[in-house]
């Protein structure tokens, strides 16, 4: 018989911090168990205009973690275990993003983004298409 796994959701992820308000902080994911898996390739988004969406897709396999180092981002995610709205505003703190899970990011001026990926860039790794997405997460679900 079957069993019924559930599906890996979205999670914000804090991190270690070091400093204070008079001499600024310092953030680390040092301790290997607040990231959920081996980090094979980071890169960072800024310049976004306001008003525009970024994302609009969903990974096979690849994991994530969002983390805002400045400015604030909204993240809407969307995974067999429903849809979840996230406010990332400080860089104390990541989003954690397991495959399979649908993404859209809205920016506030000036916003830069982290990202650390469990993968190297593979566009075949990519679901682009909604309904594609919503098939394999109905089945995954």
Known sequence: MAQNIPAKVPKVIKFDAIGSATEGFLFSTQAAEKVPFSVRRTFWLQGVPENYTRGHHAHYTTQEVLIPLQGSI???????????????????????????????????????????????????????DYEEFRRICLASG
Do not use: H, M
């Not at 995610?77 to 505003?89: H, N």
């Not at 400080?90 to 899970?101: E, F, K, Q, S, T």
């Not at 649908?102 to 000036?110: D, G, M």
């Open 74 to 128: 909204i993240v809407t995610t969307q995974s067999a275990a429903g849809e979840q709205i996230f406010t990332l505003d400080y860089p104390d703190a990541g989003l954690y993003i397991p495959a399979l899970c649908w993404v859209t990011l809205n920016f506030s001026p000036e916003a830069l983004l982290l990202c650390l990926a469990s993968t190297d860039y593979n566009e075949k790794d990519y679901i682009r």
